[in-house]
């Protein structure tokens, strides 16, 4: 799997979390958090590699999600752990029609994932690209529609490391 050398050039890289959001399909934001998310303000890194491959892992930093740093941890800890953290990796490729701004990009199929149901599947999410939006760094906005909550999901990334397009 290639991406497309000119999409390459603006998706590959390291993207850190910058913010979720989840709102209805009328735009007024959701309000529950379900059990196993990943709190109110997770943190996150997402890698794209131009020769088709990607990594996401992410972790809530709600207090009480995660354990105290500690050399040893308890099997009630690990769980608890697993239950506010996402992993998973994979192939990365683009649909028709996608450009170098906005398209549609499928995480997947997942070769690997810490939520044994997302395994050899794909992850299909919109997204836009803003150049130097924030702070001088890109912004990377992926979002999904889920028909059944009648929600939209919203991930804002900013390219890790200062770097921007406008800087190449």
Not at 39 to 58: E, K, R
């Amino acid at each position: 799997i290639m991406l497309p050398p000119n999409i390459a050039a603006v998706l590959s890289g390291a993207w850190q979390m910058l913010n979720t959001t989840s709102t209805y399909l009328n735009g007024t934001l959701t309000t529950t958090a379900t059990p196993g998310d990943l709190g109110l303000y997770p943190i996150g890194f997402l890698i794209y590699h131009s020769s088709g491959f990607m990594s996401a892992n992410m972790a809530s930093t709600t207090p009480g999600d995660i354990p105290l740093p500690a050399k040893n941890y308890t099997d009630a800890e690990y769980s608890l752990m697993a239950r506010h953290t996402l992993s998973y990796a994979g192939g990365l490729s683009v649909w028709e029609g996608s450009n170098e701004t906005m398209g549609t990009v499928t995480h997947g199929p997942l070769t690997m994932a810490t939520r044994p149901d997302w395994e050899v599947v794909n992850q299909t999410r919109n997204y836009t690209v803003s150049i130097g939006y924030y702070e001088g760094r890109d912004v990377l906005h992926l979002w999904a529609r889920n028909e059944e909550k009648y929600s939209i999901s919203n991930i804002y990334w900013a390219r890790a490391g200062g770097w921007s397009m406008r800087s190449w």
